[in-house]
């Protein structure tokens, strides 16, 4: 389980350093791949915690800081898996998902304290995250799938070759698009940003953001779209 004192503790380093905090970044995760139905509850249990519980209870120790400055930009990474679906990789998904519901919904709560929240959607990059991705706990599960159990290590090889080609995706490609976001001005800063193969992402992003914003206006919440700037 995450470390609540862990995370207060580094956070008021930072403040004892630099007397506020003006970007949060949230880029920690873990990864799993396989049958759905051979996880345990357990680990799925595990990954949440780490990939949304983890989220929030980040941007819950730094919110306050930004609201009283009324000024600050929090950075979500997701996935493109928060949009389009990979069999096999249902509980990874499922917790992006999650991060995009939450990303939503925070920035349109603290638009109007100057705090914008923005979401990066990251392609399949060659990190640490694959290489320890949490495996199945069920075997005997994964068996009686038979061939269809096999296609998670097919899918695997494929993403470790593509991974090792000249022409690999370079994760520094995300830490760019970070940059980027941080260095546009407050209130221009795309809702979501792709980084690399979008998977049809971009273009669901396209198609669901006059629906997210006609519900606003629907709501009569439609102000909470636009950052108020200090």
Same mark, same amino acid.
């Given at each position: 389980m995450i470390n609540e004192q862990s995370i207060e503790q580094a956070i008021q380093i930072v403040k004892d350093q630099a007397g506020h905090i003006d970007v949060l970044i949230n880029n920690a995760g873990i990864a799993s791949a396989g049958v759905t139905e051979a996880f345990s509850t357990e680990q799925m249990v595990a990954l949440f915690d780490v990939n949304v519980f983890g989220v929030h209870r980040v941007i819950r120790s730094v919110l306050p800081m930004m609201r009283e400055n009324k000024k600050g930009l929090i950075i979500n990474v997701g996935s493109i898996l928060g949009r389009v679906t990979f069999p096999f990789f249902g509980i990874y998904g499922a917790s992006k998902y999650a991060v995009e519901a939450l990303t939503d919904s925070l920035r349109y709560e603290v638009? +109007?304290?100057? *705090?914008? *929240?923005?979401?990066? +959607? !990251?392609?399949?990059?060659p990190t640490d995250m694959y290489g320890s991705a949490q495996q199945p706990l069920n075997s005997d599960c994964v068996k009686n799938y038979g061939d269809v159990g096999e296609i998670p290590g097919a899918m695997f090889s494929s993403f470790m070759s593509?991974?090792?080609?000249?022409? &690999?995706?370079? !994760?520094?490609?995300? &830490?760019e &698009?970070? *940059?980027e976001l941080i260095k546009t001005p407050d209130g221009q800063r795309p809702a979501r940003t792709v980084v690399g193969n979008s998977f049809g992402s971009e273009a669901i992003n396209a198609a669901v953001a006059p629906i997210q914003n006609a519900v606003m206006q629907t709501l009569g919440l439609g102000h909470l779209e636009a950052l108020k700037k200090s």
């Open positions: 638009s +109007q304290f100057g *705090v914008d *929240v923005a979401l990066i +959607q !990251p392609s399949a990059y593509m991974f090792e080609a000249a022409d &690999a995706p370079k !994760p520094h490609d995300i &830490a &698009a970070i *940059v």
